[in-house]
């Protein structure tokens, strides 16, 4: 597994060694060790999700104010435009995201470590997307920042208008969002 520098350095775009043939092809999507060796830290994952979505499904940006969750996401079919924002008020990229192509063709993961808002929009017919989360969902403590803020400017990559939940609809702007310290 290598990991690709981003913009922010706590976010890793991670792309396998995959080997493949006319039979098909194997990789190795997630190794404890190898991966605490690139974050630099111990991580437990404690939960795994999958959502199925529609093109031009858009969900986020969401986080969780208390029991902040670290991601590691991936797509297992078709493809996302995933997104991370910093919402770490003490960091040198505080209010700045990172977004990334997933595909179930590149294999690729993101680790988005806690303090990050987080997003994506499926840019195919259907995307499948799965991730690992540091801690648990607490529904109560879940927040959203408006995909759309004009303070992030994050050029979704669009065809026509996103399909979004009730709750996304009302996501709050970033200036006024909770954050971390």
Not at 74 to 82: A, K, L, N, Q
Not at 84 to 111: C, H, I, P
């Given at each position: 597994?290598?990991?690709?520098?981003?913009?922010?350095?706590?976010?890793?775009?991670?792309?396998?060694?995959?080997?493949?043939?006319?039979?098909?092809?194997?990789?190795?999507?997630?190794?404890?060790?190898?991966?605490?060796?690139?974050?630099?830290?111990?991580?437990?994952?404690?939960?795994?999700?999958?959502?199925?979505?529609?093109?031009?499904?858009?969900?986020?940006?969401?986080?969780?104010?208390?029991?902040?969750?670290?991601?590691?996401?991936?797509?297992?079919?078709?493809?996302?435009?995933?997104?991370?924002?910093?919402?770490?008020?003490?960091?040198?990229?505080?209010?700045?995201?990172?977004?990334?192509?997933?595909?179930?063709?590149?294999?690729?993961?993101?680790?988005?470590?806690?303090?990050?808002?987080?997003?994506?929009?499926?840019?195919s017919d259907m995307a499948e997307?799965?991730?690992?989360?540091?801690?648990?969902?607490?529904?109560?403590?879940?927040?959203?920042?408006?995909?759309?803020?004009?303070?992030?400017?994050?050029?979704?990559?669009?065809?026509?208008?996103?399909?979004?939940?009730?709750?996304?609809?009302?996501?709050?702007?970033?200036?006024?969002?909770?954050?971390?310290?």
């Amino acid at each position: 597994m290598n990991a690709i520098p981003q913009a922010i350095p706590e976010v890793m775009l991670l792309e396998p060694q995959v080997h493949g043939d006319e039979r098909g092809f194997f990789f190795e999507s997630f190794n404890q060790h190898r991966f605490e060796e690139m974050v630099g830290a111990p991580i437990a994952f404690v939960q795994d999700s999958h959502s199925r979505s529609a093109r031009n499904v858009l969900r986020g940006l969401h986080y969780q104010i208390r029991n902040p969750q670290g991601k590691l996401v991936r797509v297992i079919t078709g493809s996302v435009f995933d997104v991370a924002v910093d919402l770490r008020r003490s960091s040198s990229t505080f209010g700045r995201w990172v977004g990334n192509v997933l595909s179930a063709g590149n294999k690729r993961q993101m680790w988005i470590p806690p303090g990050f808002a987080h997003g994506f929009l499926a840019l195919s017919d259907m995307a499948e997307f799965v991730y690992k989360s540091t801690d648990y969902y607490f529904p109560e403590h879940e927040r959203c920042i408006a995909w759309n803020d004009p303070q992030l400017g994050i050029p979704w990559p669009l065809d026509g208008l996103p399909l979004l939940s009730a709750r996304d609809q009302h996501g709050n702007p970033f200036a006024s969002a909770e954050i971390y310290d």
